[in-house]
Each structure stands twice: as C-alpha cells, then as structure tokens.
C-alpha cells in the first residue's frame, strides 16, 4: 500500500514507458537474456552504465537513463509473474543501486531540477499546470521514494551486507557529510518554495510522501522513540514508565458512541416493533443509559439481549470495528461459566495515575491556608499541624508521582540560564533529531505555515478559492476526460491525492513533535508555538467538521490498478458500476490513521495550555469531537476523550448533565490525574487567566532557549573583556579619511566645551 501511494492512477501509462526505456538499452547490451538471469557482477556492469548516462548534457537522453534506473528500483514486473516477484526484485534492485551510489547521483540531479528557473518560469506562463511539467522531478522522486521505503523496511530474512547499507544509509540522510544540511531540509525548502509560489509544478504528494519516509528512517518510528524514551530516563535516573503506552492502546476496547435523542428514539421506535409490547421503557435521557452500551463480561447473558438490539441499530462501520476488536482482544467465553473465570478479566483502568510535583504543591498550599493559615512555598516535606488525612493523601500522591524528561529539561534550562558561568556550556549530544533542528531553525516559521496551508488546501471541508494553491499539479491529465467513466476515474484520484497529501502531513507532523519533544521541550513548544500562530487549531477541527463516518469508509481507490498489481496483471474492462461498487475494505485505513494522527497533534498542541484550551472552547469543538466518537475505533476514541475531557470544566454543567455517558467514558479510558476535578468544574479553577502572558513567558522561555544554544557567536554578553590600559589604546581604529581635517574642531566641541559633572560617578544607576 505504501508503494501504491506514490503514484496517481494517472501516472499508470507511465509504467509502460520505463520498461521501454530500460529494455531498449538493456537489450542493446545484454543479448538474449533477462535481468533476472544475470549474475551480481553483470547487473552491477549494467547499472553501472545507466549511472554513467546520467552524466550526459541532453536533458532528454538524460530522462530516459532515468526512466530505466526507475524501472529497475519498480521491479522489473515485465519479466516478473506475480506480484510478490515484483516486490522482492524492486527490494533487491533498491539495495544494489544505493550500493553503486544511485542515490547521491539522483540528488545531484533533484538540486539542478530544484534550480531550473526555465521550468519554474514555463510552468508559472501556463493557465494550467498538468502531470507534463513536472515529469522529471517525479522520476527523481520516485526513485529517491523507492530506495528510501526499501532500504528503510527490515526484514528477518536480509543478509548482513544489506544492514550494513541500511545504517549507512541512515547515517548518510541524517548526518551530511558532502552538504551542510540534512537532506529532510532540502525537501523542507521543496515545500515552501512550492508554497510561495515559485514553482507550481513540484510534484507535492512525492514531496511530502518522501519527506515523512526520511523522517521515519532517520528519527524512527514510535516503537523506536519508545525505547529512545526508556533508555533517556534511565540516563537521567528517573523511574520506568508506569507502562508501554502502545501495549495499553493495542488491548483497549472501542465503545459504542453517544447517543443523541433524535437516534435514541428511532432505536426505541425500532425496539418496540421487534419486541411487540414487551418493552416499555420511556424516552431516557444520556446519563441513565448503561455505559456505552458495552458487553461486560461481569454481566449475565439475559442483561446482554437489549445490547445486541441495540447494537444492531448502529449505522456506518462500528459493527465490524467492534467485531475485530472483540476478536482479538476478548476471547469468546462459555454460556455457563463458574464464578471463578471472572478473576482472568483485567479489573480497573488501562492507564496507572499520574501525580506532578506541581500537582503535589498546589494541594499541600491550598491544605495549609485552610488548617494553618500560611504556606511553605514549595516545600512538600514539612506537615506539621495539617490533620491525618492530609498525611496519607500527600503519601498516596508521593507514591503515583511521575517526573518527564521535560521537567528535568526545564530545570536544567532555569538553572543553565541563572549561572551560564559556573555550569559552563552544556554538552548538546548530536542526534539526527538535533541536527534537523538546528538546520531547521531560521525558517521554521514558514515550513509550518507552508504544510499547513497544503493541509487546508487537501481538508475535504475545504472549498476551491482562486487564492488558494493548487495541490492537484501532479494528478490533473493533459487531456482532460471527456467520458463519464473517466470523469469519474479521475474525480476518484483527486480524492485519493487529497488523502494520501493529509496522511503524509498529518504522520510527519506528529513524528516532529513527538521526537522534538524527546530532544528537548523547548524544541517542540517552538515548534508547537508555530503551529498555533499559524491557526493549526481551527484547521484540524474544520477538518472534523464533517461526516467523519463516511470520510473514514470513503472508496477513492481502484484496488485494480494500485501497483503492483496493475503491472503485472491483465486488467478487467473497467465500468462505472465497478467504480462505484469500490475496493471490499468497510473503511479506509489511510483517513482512519490521518484522524487520529490530527487529533494526536491537537493533544499535543493544547495539553497542559490552558490558553489553547480556551481556544477549543471558543470554537465550539465540543460537538464536532463528540461527533468523531462515532467512529468505534478505540485509540481514536481515546484521543477524542482526552480533548473533551481538558475542557469539560468550561462547558457548563448543563453539557455535563446531558453529556453523562460521554463522562463515564473519559473516566474509563482516559488516565487520572489524582487531584484534577475535571468533571466538576469549581468556579475557583475555571476563572480566566492571563492567557496572552501565558504565551509571552512561554515564548520568552524559548527565546532564551534557543538563543543561548544556537547564536552563541551574536551573544557577546559574556564575551571576554580586554581590561588592559595600554592593549585599549594601542588598538588601531579605522577612521574615515576626512577625520584629521575635523579633528581639531571635534575635541573642542565634543571635550573641551562639555562640562565634566564628577558627582554623577557618585550615582549609580
């Protein structure tokens, strides 16, 4: 599926032209025989050859070398008869080809494309932009693609030369050695440049497609940051994690969603009629239903019939989503089960509670001006004269503390910041996520604002203005359609090109702030901070405000011609009937994992800011994120819960009253923060506070952060000072040629003339 996302199924006819380029040279060479016949030296000869091609000045001869090193990295599927065939060569060309230094080539290559104003300038003349303009930075691309995705999977049966090329190869994308920048920023550059306006006809989907996959190689992926989490605490000598997020996440179950009045009386409606006159339950209010409607397999059979009915009333995907899980997660149990088997179920909440030392603070600050009248600051050790209950709520609040990296960080940055000279400078260690970010740096700003703005412009919510920038340069024909079945073949890719361009984003942003955050905290709130100015918050909940549920089980792929089932294959005559009908998937994995991954950055985004909270509830997000717990799927439901569960204190009780069921699922689902009463909502918590000075000393944080690391030659403050009478004045000054006419008139005007007012030595200000 990764592979088959690289390209649009406009580009299919293209596959044809690579297999001629390549097979026109390969058998002027190599007579009689195919690829796969030839030994590991002549296909290293042949390779080879096509590397010396690219060296030519004919920009089209060029693109045909090109062309045929892109057919070799697809697999050669004309000599393959399967699909598994196609994707073992394309693995096993992938790796022979960075072997012989394909990949710098290309770069080199990509750099000249990159520079061609003549492209750029042609492509900005044209009314519209098609799939023709951008051709060979689509081939460069799809080959950089190819090698980067190959390389990156690992699998049990490579050999040890092939590992050896992989760590070179991470090594080569995150440390450069030949350029002074990562290659990550030149794609960066790609994205702005295109965003700005300059180059219409950069080929965004590859762009940000091989973006995401560089930083998946280069950072790693969430299983990897995990264990980058475990083995930095241990460095700092904290405590493990209470658990692996992602093993609690995998053994959650999906709930069944709120339900609104409108449906609950169509479901009892429907009840009544199954069951005749059976039921004669009134019209009940949110809070009195069972919790989300779930199987507990605590109850007894006869509780479970009016679940079932219910359950066989929902609409959309939730019922095979509740299937698998339960499948997978819950084994089936036996009608007559003795009372024991109920010790095997898992008892209490997913997730252990968490305490903060601030946390700590504020409860023993507010214990002691009730009991004693006075408070001790930040001391949490002292309980003299609070009563006993105090005693053991402050013990059992020591006992769930958790302390994060970022408090340590902030806390070597406060005491780095009070005394720079007796620290000394900090050792900064160079990770590839350090390297990103300080190559990143200066221009941060815009390459935000850039993947934000190709975001609004790929969000299905968006609606076409003449403003707005054309994502579609790399799908849209030549020719447009002129039946209907094409119409509709290309109305399908527009749609899949749109998705695939948010799944990209959505997965390389979320990766940026998980790794930055790891890095250092004040590398993701610059980030973050960014994000915000840039208005990422009303965007991703514009981007909910829609029917998620047929977003997420919407068909925009034609299964047929994904590769590489379209090269291989002889495809059926395709109709509109066979069209409409779409793939035999109830959903779309790619939008469900685009979803949560937005939903996982608006977390990140608001946790914790209680001034970006407020900007959740300014918006109204509360029934656009109540709307996505449709989708029963539980780590997106998860992510949702916690959204609604940092505002719940601002809604009002009203929302809350009519909103039980939606509480009793936060409590289930979402960790506990002992002494945060989010569900009650005291007036005392829920007063305004000084949001704008929230962001300014966060910013000012940050600032200094970044200041102090990373423009050490611009900060002079603490520079040496040259305290010598006779060094001051022997320093040779370059004066202006003029200045021994003036002199004269100078010292008498500047010197002699002004008073010297002794007394003001005495004052110091």
Request: proline residues 5%; hydrophobic residues 40%.
């Amino acid at each position: 599926m990764e592979l088959a996302e690289l390209y649009s199924y406009t580009e299919e006819p293209e596959l044809g032209t690579n297999r001629r380029c390549f097979e026109e040279d390969f058998h002027a060479q190599v007579q009689g025989r195919s690829w796969l016949e030839l030994d590991g030296a002549q296909q290293k000869a042949h390779v080879m050859r096509l590397l010396d091609g690219l060296e030519v000045v004919n920009r089209d001869k060029r693109l045909k070398v090109a062309r045929a090193i892109l057919y070799l990295a697809q697999g050669i599927f004309g000599d393959c008869d399967n699909e598994g065939d196609v994707l073992y060569w394309s693995r096993h060309n992938s790796f022979l080809l960075y072997q012989l230094g394909t990949f710098t080539a290309f770069l080199e290559l990509l750099n000249m494309e990159i520079d061609n104003s003549q492209a750029c300038s042609s492509a900005l003349r044209k009314p519209a932009i098609s799939l023709a303009d951008s051709t060979e930075l689509r081939v460069l691309l799809s080959v950089m693609y190819l090698l980067v995705e190959n390389i990156r999977v690992e699998q049990e049966a490579d050999p040890p030369e092939w590992k050896t090329c992989r760590e070179t190869f991470r090594m080569e994308l995150s440390f450069p050695v030949h350029t002074e920048e990562p290659f990550a920023l030149l794609l960066f550059t790609m994205v702005t440049k295109f965003c700005s306006g300059h180059a219409p006809h950069f080929p965004m989907k590859k762009v940000l497609l091989l973006l995401w996959k560089v930083l998946l190689f280069t950072l790693g992926g969430f299983e990897a940051l995990q264990m980058m989490k475990v083995k930095k605490r241990e460095e700092l000598g904290l405590p493990p994690l209470p658990e692996d997020s992602i093993q609690v996440m995998c053994s959650m179950r999906a709930a069944s969603p709120p339900t609104y009045s409108i449906e609950l009386l169509e479901q009892q409606q429907q009840q009544q009629q199954k069951r005749g006159h059976r039921s004669r339950r009134p019209l009940v209010k949110q809070d009195s239903l069972d919790i989300y409607n779930e199987r507990d397999p605590f109850k007894n059979d006869e509780a479970g019939v009016d679940e079932e009915e219910n359950d066989d009333v929902d609409s959309g995907i939730e019922g095979e989503l509740d299937l698998m899980e339960r499948d997978t997660i819950i084994p089936v149990m036996p009608t007559q089960r003795p009372p024991i088997e109920r010790v095997s179920f898992p008892k209490g909440l997913p997730w252990a509670p968490k305490v903060r030392q601030k946390d700590i603070e504020h409860f023993l600050e507010a214990s002691r001006n009730k009991f004693i009248g006075f408070t001790l600051g930040q001391d949490t050790e002292t309980l003299i004269g609070l009563p006993r209950p105090i005693h053991e709520s402050v013990k059992t609040l020591k006992q769930h503390k958790y302390v994060s990296i970022s408090d340590v960080q902030i806390k070597n940055e406060e005491e780095l910041e009070k005394c720079p000279m007796s620290l000394g400078e900090e050792e900064v260690q160079e990770t590839p996520c350090e390297i990103l970010y300080r190559a990143m740096l200066y221009n941060l700003p815009q390459y935000m604002i850039a993947l934000l703005k190709i975001l609004l412009a790929a969000a299905p919510t968006s609606k076409a203005k003449t403003d707005s920038i054309n994502i579609l340069a790399d799908v849209l024909p030549e020719e447009m359609p002129i039946t209907v079945l094409q119409s509709m073949k290309l109305g399908m890719d527009v749609n899949r090109h749109k998705e695939i361009i948010v799944k990209s984003i959505s997965a390389l942003l979320l990766l940026l702030l998980k790794h930055f955050k790891l890095n250092h905290i004040y590398q993701f709130e610059y980030v973050s901070q960014h994000l915000v100015f840039a208005n990422c918050i009303p965007l991703i909940l514009k981007f909910f405000n829609q029917n998620i549920m047929s977003y997420i089980t919407a068909k925009n792929s034609i299964s047929i011609l994904d590769y590489p089932h379209c090269a291989v294959c002889d495809l059926p005559e395709l109709t509109a009937e066979s069209l409409e009908a779409g793939d035999n998937n109830q959903f779309c994995w790619r939008n469900l994992f685009s979803c949560i991954n937005l939903l996982r950055i608006l977390n990140k985004l608001t946790k914790w800011k209680h001034s970006r909270t407020m900007m959740l509830v300014v918006f109204k997000s509360a029934p656009i994120l109540k709307r996505a717990l449709k989708v029963k799927q539980a780590m997106m439901q998860l992510y949702v819960l916690k959204l609604l569960k940092i505002q719940t204190k601002y809604l009002g009780r009203q929302w809350r009253k009519s909103n039980m069921k939606t509480m009793s699922a936060i409590y289930q689902k979402v960790r506990h923060r002992m002494n945060d009463d989010w569900a009650y909502g005291n007036d005392i918590d829920a007063r305004p506070w000084d949001f704008q000075a929230e962001e300014c000393t966060l910013r000012a944080n940050i600032e200094a952060f970044n200041s102090r690391r990373y423009d050490r030659s611009q900060d002079s403050e603490f520079a040496p000072v040259d305290n010598c009478l006779q060094s001051v004045l022997g320093q040779r000054l370059e004066l202006p040629e003029d200045f021994h006419y003036s002199y004269e008139l100078w010292l008498e005007r500047e010197v002699f003339s002004q008073p010297i007012r002794w007394e003001e030595l005495l004052h110091y200000q």
